[in-house]
C-alpha cells in the first residue's frame, strides 16, 4: 500500500493553492493545477457564485467550453479544457476567482461563522475534478485567517501571522480546513484531536475510541500512513465527515451527550474511512465507502464493547432497513441501503465464508487501489469461491 500510494502521488494531478479571505469572508484566490501528462482533455467544476477573473493557460492548451450544470449539485459552472495536437509536457491550468464563500443554499455546513471557518468539497470553493473523484497533492497557503484561529488540516500544518500553510504530499479529492477559535489539542497514538472543550463526555469518548479504534484497525488492515487530524466543530447539523487523515466531527450546542457507545461506534465509523474512502461517490459502488466502513464499526464494538452490544446495532440496522430496496442497480444508494442494509449484507457475507476469509478479504480489498464491486468481488472469488461471489452479488442487488 506505501508503494502504491508512492506511485500514485508521483503522477497524479498538483493543487498549488492560494487564498484569500477578507473579514466579511470574502475569498480571492489563485490556484493552478497541473496535470500528468497523459490528461489531455479535462474538465473542472466550481460553484457559479464566485466571478471568474482569469485563466492562464498555457499555448496549447484551451478552454473548449465553460457552460452552467447541475450537476452533481446545483449551481455550477463547468470548465472544460483541451491539449492542441502536438502540445507537449503536462496541461497547466490557472484560475484566478472571487466571491463570498457563504451561500444559502449550505446544508448547514456554513463555511464562515462566528467561531471561524470550516471548508470542505460541498462548499465547491476550488476547481473540482467534474468527477468528483479527481486526487491530487497540494501546496495552499490562507490568508486573512485572525490571529486566534487554531488550524486543523492535512499533512504539514504551519500557522503563519496572517494564515496558514498546507503541504500534502499524499492525494485526496478535497482540500479541507477547520480554522475555529479556541480549539484545544490533545494527543493520541495515530490521532491528534481538537475540540472547543476536551472535557465534555462526547469529546472525552471521541478521543478514547478515535484512539482505540485507529489501533484495532492498524493491526487488521496495517499501519496507517498519516496521523489522523480530528476536529470536533459546533454545529446544529449532525453531519460527520472523513478525508485522508483527517476528520470533522459535529458537537450541537445544548446537545445531550451521546452514549459511549453511540460515540464509539461513530468514532471509529470515521476512523474506518482511512481504509474505506475511495470508491466513486457518484456510482453504487459507493457502498465499498460507507457499507465498508460501517461494517468496521460494528466490529470495533464488537470486538470493544462486546457482542450484545454490536448485537443491538445489528438488530437496529435489521429493523430500519426491512424495506430499503437494493443496495446497488440504481446509482449511488441512499442512506438507509449505505448505512443500514449495506452493512448487514457484509455481516451475513462474515456468517456464510466465516471471520477469517472475511478478514483476510476486507484486509485485501483495503489494498487495493480501484474499490469497485467488480474487485470486491473478484477477490471474493479468490477467496471462497465463485458461489459465494454470485450469492454476495444477489444479495446486493435483492
Ligand atoms: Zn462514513
Known amino acids: 500500500m506505501f508503494f502504491l500510494a508512492l506511485a500514485?502521488?508521483?503522477?497524479?494531478?498538483?493543487?498549488?493553492?492560494?487564498?484569500?479571505?477578507?473579514?466579511?469572508?470574502?475569498?480571492?484566490?489563485?490556484?493552478?493545477?497541473?496535470?500528468?501528462?497523459d490528461v489531455r482533455d479535462k474538465s473542472f467544476i466550481l460553484s457559479r457564485r464566485f466571478m471568474l477573473e482569469g485563466l492562464d493557460l498555457p499555448p496549447g492548451v484551451i478552454l473548449a467550453a465553460a457552460e452552467p450544470s447541475d450537476t452533481p449539485v446545483d449551481g455550477?459552472?463547468?470548465?472544460?479544457?483541451?491539449?492542441?495536437?502536438?502540445?507537449?509536457?503536462?496541461?497547466?491550468?490557472?484560475?484566478?476567482?472571487?466571491?463570498?464563500?457563504?451561500?444559502?443554499?449550505?446544508?448547514?455546513?456554513?463555511?464562515?461563522?462566528?467561531?471561524?471557518?470550516?471548508?470542505?468539497i460541498d462548499h465547491m470553493w476550488f476547481p473540482v475534478g467534474a468527477d468528483i473523484q479527481t486526487r491530487f497533492t497540494l501546496d495552499a497557503e490562507f490568508e486573512g485567517l485572525a490571529p486566534d484561529l487554531v488550524p486543523v488540516g492535512q499533512g504539514e500544518v504551519t500557522r503563519t501571522p496572517t494564515g496558514v500553510r498546507i503541504r500534502r504530499d499524499f492525494i485526496d479529492i478535497d482540500v479541507p480546513l477547520v480554522a475555529m477559535r479556541g480549539l484545544q489539542r490533545a494527543q493520541a497514538e495515530g490521532v491528534?484531536?481538537?475540540?472547543?472543550?476536551?472535557?465534555?463526555?462526547?469529546?472525552t469518548y471521541y478521543v478514547r475510541h478515535s484512539e482505540q479504534a485507529a489501533r484495532f484497525f492498524g493491526q487488521w488492515f496495517g499501519p496507517l500512513h498519516h496521523t489522523v487530524r480530528m476536529a470536533l466543530v459546533r454545529r446544529e447539523r449532525?453531519?460527520?465527515?472523513?478525508?485522508?487523515?483527517?476528520?470533522?466531527?459535529?458537537?450541537?450546542?445544548?446537545?445531550?451527550?451521546?452514549?459511549?457507545?453511540?460515540?464509539?461506534?461513530h468514532a471509529a465509523h470515521e476512523v474506518a474511512h482511512a481504509w474505506w474512502m475511495l470508491a466513486s461517490p457518484l456510482t453504487d459502488d459507493f457502498w465499498l465507502v460507507e457499507s465498508a466502513a460501517e461494517y468496521c464499526a460494528v466490529r470495533y464494538?464488537?470486538?470493544?464493547?462486546?457482542?450484545?452490544?454490536?448485537?443491538?446495532?445489528?438488530?437496529?440496522?435489521?429493523?430500519?432497513?426491512?424495506?430499503a430496496g437494493p443496495v446497488m442497480g440504481h446509482g449511488r444508494p441512499n442512506r438507509v441501503q449505505l448505512y443500514q442494509k449495506?452493512?448487514?449484507?457484509?455481516?451475513?457475507?462474515?456468517?456464510?465464508?466465516?471471520?477469517?476469509?472475511?478478514?483476510?478479504?476486507?484486509?485485501?480489498?483495503?489494498?487495493e487501489a480501484d474499490h469497485t464491486t467488480a474487485v470486491f468481488l473478484r477477490l471474493l472469488t479468490n477467496i471462497a469461491g465463485a458461489d459465494a461471489a454470485a450469492e454476495f452479488e444477489r444479495a446486493l442487488h435483492a
Do not use: C, W
Request: glycine share 6%.
Open 238 to 265: 449532525t453531519m460527520a465527515y472523513a478525508r485522508t487523515a483527517y476528520t470533522v466531527f459535529p458537537e450541537r450546542p445544548g446537545e445531550t451527550p451521546p452514549t459511549e457507545v453511540a460515540a464509539a461506534r
Open 8 to 37: 500514485a502521488a508521483a503522477s497524479a494531478p498538483h493543487y498549488d493553492l492560494h487564498a484569500r479571505f477578507d473579514p466579511q469572508g470574502r475569498l480571492d484566490a489563485e490556484v493552478t493545477i497541473t496535470l500528468p501528462e
Open 76 to 120: 455550477l459552472y463547468r470548465y472544460r479544457f483541451q491539449a492542441l495536437p502536438g502540445y507537449q509536457g503536462p496541461m497547466r491550468l490557472g484560475f484566478r476567482y472571487s466571491g463570498p464563500i457563504n451561500y444559502p443554499d449550505d446544508n448547514g455546513v456554513t463555511a464562515f461563522r462566528p467561531q471561524g471557518y470550516e471548508l470542505f
Open 342 to 367: 449495506g452493512p448487514l449484507l457484509l455481516v451475513d457475507l462474515e456468517r456464510r465464508i466465516g471471520r477469517p476469509a472475511m478478514d483476510r478479504l476486507m484486509v485485501e480489498m483495503s489494498r
Open 301 to 323: 464494538i464488537e470486538a470493544t464493547m462486546g457482542a450484545e452490544e454490536a448485537e443491538r446495532f445489528l438488530a437496529e440496522k435489521r429493523r430500519v432497513s426491512a424495506e
Open 192 to 203: 491528534e484531536f481538537f475540540a472547543p472543550d476536551l472535557t465534555t463526555p462526547r469529546a
